[in-house]
């Protein structure tokens, strides 16, 4: 039985994959500090005897017995609210979050999977984005703290790579949706899923010509399972190739959800990228993968995920 540690793994992401893993079969250790992560994405797994859940900083020394055949980073606040109120914290978990993990993984002689991000092509001059763009980050901008520490991310994976042999696995995800996100987290998906289910208006930021790939949640998880199972370094982009504007997410997101919210325009935000849209070729001809649930597929099930959550809470109240 493979034995795999998921940093982060009671986040949004970070659960899914948890799920995948005990699902093939693995033995899973997750580690997180609970700053963005959340027990309600994990609890289903009480009882489950081949899980383990160790609340720990993972910028602290990480120390586990036994044998560990896989570890996946995934500890990081991602989204624009959290990295832009956490900014030394994202920074510290990209640094030496990283190398802590990566000490890890040498140690045990594991496999390391990182979550990059498309983040580190910052507000692209090529499109769309293939690994071999180095990207247009602005490093002092407020988006930087969460741009650069998953480029210094990479950079010291691929250093622990050259110089200590570790078996390293750089996947960088584009924009990704599904159930276990946080309604508030400040990225539109769930930010106009909520407010359409509340009758209040979509907040659309600019003029919402700004395009991006939303790819379903179990779609990036195969990604990221087929390169750890695979002798790739990467980088490799998984993410959906199909864009669209924020605005007509907006707008099929009240289609969707039967709501007779308006759209409103807010200020565009510093460094908000115009366009993003993945150039999976790699993805493709490396692991054998491409997504393939729309979003006509993958809203529904995301919408009908926080129709029952907001249930819940009035439930509770």
Not at 4 to 18: D, I, Q, Y
Not at 303 to 317: H, K, L, S
Request: charged share 20%; with cysteine; glycine share 10%.
């Amino acid at each position: 039985m493979a034995v795999s540690v998921v940093t982060g793994g009671a986040g949004f992401l970070g659960s899914h994959l948890v799920d995948r893993l005990l699902g093939e079969g693995h033995r899973v250790i997750c580690l997180d500090n609970l700053i963005t992560g959340n027990v309600a994405n994990i609890e289903h797994l009480a009882g489950n005897e081949a899980f383990r859940f160790i609340k720990h900083d993972v910028t602290e020394y990480i120390y586990l017995p036994g044998e560990v055949d896989y570890v996946f980073h995934f500890a990081s606040p991602a989204s624009p609210i959290d990295y832009l109120q956490l900014p030394i914290q994202t920074l510290k978990v990209g640094a030496l979050g990283t190398h802590k993990a990566l000490g890890l993984a040498r140690a045990k002689d594991a496999r390391f999977i990182l979550a990059s991000t498309s983040e580190v092509y910052g507000d692209p001059l090529v499109h769309p984005q293939s690994e071999q763009y180095w990207g247009n980050v602005n490093p002092v901008g407020p988006r930087g703290v969460y741009d650069e520490a998953k480029r210094f991310a990479e950079a010291m994976a691929m250093a622990y790579h050259r110089y200590h042999g570790v078996r390293v696995g750089i996947v960088r995800i584009f924009n990704t949706y599904g159930p276990r996100m946080r309604a508030h987290d400040g990225r539109c998906v769930p930010a106009f899923i909520n407010q359409a289910l509340s009758g209040e208006p979509l907040t659309v930021f600019g003029d919402g010509s700004q395009t991006r790939s939303f790819c379903y949640v179990s779609d990036l998880i195969e990604g990221i399972y087929a390169l750890a199972c695979r002798d790739v370094t990467g980088p490799v982009n998984i993410g959906n190739p199909r864009e669209m504007t924020v605005l007509q997410l907006a707008r099929t997101i009240i289609e969707l959800t039967g709501s007779a919210s308006s759209i409103v325009n807010r200020d565009l935000p510093v460094d908000d990228p115009k366009v993003r849209q993945p150039d999976i070729a790699a993805a493709k001809e490396l692991l054998g993968w491409e997504p393939k649930t729309d979003v006509r597929k993958g809203l529904p099930l995301t919408i009908e995920y926080f129709v029952r959550a907001r249930g819940t809470r009035r439930r509770e109240v």
